[in-house]
Every structure is written in structure tokens, then in C-alpha cells.
């Protein structure tokens, strides 16, 4: 029995160090901490539990949700006299896949993630533990906690509101736009990734050559990737 407690010691430690490092980030110590360690596990670190596969897939579903829901509800009391469309922009600049990465960067959550077989941690891995992490909050501590967590750790600390405001994320737009002033046809081909289930690939055609490609959960979030790539090559281009 003696030859465990060296094994235990470690354990005890290792978890320590990881309750000391979230509490850091969060602002209070986690009441289940096997949830967060669920969050930073990337599909490729999978594990099989009594038949069940756990990773952070499900937290990020559930993430995903929560975030809109609390971005929304600051973004309704922060601007009482904005429409309705103004809101929904608004929200889209903050939960958009780039800046979600900015933000688990900046929060240093890309230091917590398990992967396997990936020799570097993509911004998609990134995002994705994020949403998974408001999911972990969320059924941790509660609305409530979450809203104060995303509120005072996330949006008052890292999200200048009027330079967001200024910032135009329409990269589409912009594009078609551009097509539109050197009476040129700039043309989206959007379908299924079959690389990647749930997903969708779009690809941009200007002049009969591909300028741009990217990909997304959903077709418009695949055609401003894209669409994005495209700004990014014409503007090294001419």
C-alpha cells in the first residue's frame, strides 16, 4: 500500500495546480472539476468511459448556446435604445470564430487542452474549448455565475465596444461590393466538407480562378471564410 501514496501525492498535486490555475481565470474555484478537464478534451483525446465516449463535443453544443444567450442578454441591457438588428450584429462580432479564438488565447485556455495526434492546436480547437468551457461553467455554477464570468472576465477585459461597433465583419459583403465597383463577377461555390462532418466548404471564384476558401458550421459561416481568404489575396495581389 505504501508504494501508492507517491502516485496519490502526484495526483493530489496535479489537481491542485489545476484548481489554482482555473480559479485564476474564473474567478472561483470549481465545484466539479471533472467537467472543465471534459472541456479541454479535444475529439482526438477521446476517452471511452463504460461505453461512452467523452470529450468536449457535448459541452461545446451546450456552450454554443449558452454564450448567445448571455452575450445577448448583456448586449440588450447595455444598449436599451438599439434595435433588434443592431443587437444581433453586435452579438455576431463577439461569438464569431475568430474572435473566439482571440479570447481563449487571451485567457491562456489553449494551455489546457488534450489532444492527441495533433502536433499543433488549431483555432478551431481553440473556439471549440471556449464554447465548451461556458458550457462547463454553465452546469457547474448556474446562469447566473456564467453571466458574471463572460460579463467581468471576457467582455469588460478583452472587447473594446467602440472599435466593435466600427468593425465591419461582412466580409462578404465587402467583397460583392468591391465586384460590383470593377463591374467584375466574384462567384461562391458552397457545399458539404467531406472532410469534416457538419461542416461546409465554399470557395470563390473571381475571373475563373479560385482566390478563396474557407470553411464553417453552416454555409454562411463557410461563405464569409471564404470570402474572407479572398479580401486576404487580393489584397496581396494588387
Not at 208 to 226: C, L, P, R, W, Y
Amino acid at each position: 500500500m505504501l508504494r501508492i501514496f507517491p502516485i496519490i501525492k502526484i495526483l493530489f498535486h496535479k489537481e491542485r495546480d489545476l484548481l489554482k490555475s482555473l480559479r485564476e481565470i474564473l474567478g472561483f474555484y470549481p465545484k466539479n472539476l471533472q467537467l472543465y478537464k471534459i472541456a479541454f478534451t479535444h475529439r482526438s483525446a477521446t476517452k471511452n468511459i463504460n461505453g461512452k465516449r467523452i470529450n468536449n463535443e457535448r459541452l461545446e453544443f451546450l456552450g454554443d448556446s449558452i454564450l448567445d444567450a448571455v452575450i445577448s442578454d448583456f448586449l440588450y441591457h447595455k444598449y436599451p435604445a438599439e434595435k433588434e438588428g443592431f443587437l444581433t450584429e453586435m452579438r455576431s462580432k463577439i461569438v464569431n470564430g475568430e474572435k473566439l479564438k482571440e479570447l481563449a488565447r487571451l485567457t491562456h485556455l489553449n494551455e489546457f487542452i488534450v489532444q492527441k495526434g495533433i502536433t499543433k492546436s488549431t483555432g478551431k480547437i481553440h473556439e471549440d474549448a471556449f464554447e465548451a468551457l461556458i458550457g462547463a461553467i454553465y452546469l457547474d455554477q448556474g446562469y447566473y455565475r456564467t453571466y458574471k464570468f463572460v460579463k467581468t472576465r471576457i467582455l469588460e477585459r478583452f472587447i473594446d465596444f467602440d472599435d466593435l461597433e466600427d468593425l465591419n465583419l461582412n466580409y462578404k459583403s465587402q467583397l460583392i461590393e468591391w465586384s460590383q465597383k470593377i463591374k467584375k463577377k466574384v462567384v461562391f461555390i458552397s457545399e458539404d466538407d467531406e472532410n469534416a462532418p457538419k461542416c461546409f466548404v465554399s470557395i470563390v471564384i473571381y475571373d475563373d480562378v479560385e482566390i478563396g476558401k474557407g470553411t464553417g458550421h453552416s454555409k454562411k459561416e463557410a461563405e464569409q471564410n471564404a470570402a474572407k481568404n479572398a479580401i486576404d489575396y487580393l489584397l496581396h495581389s494588387f
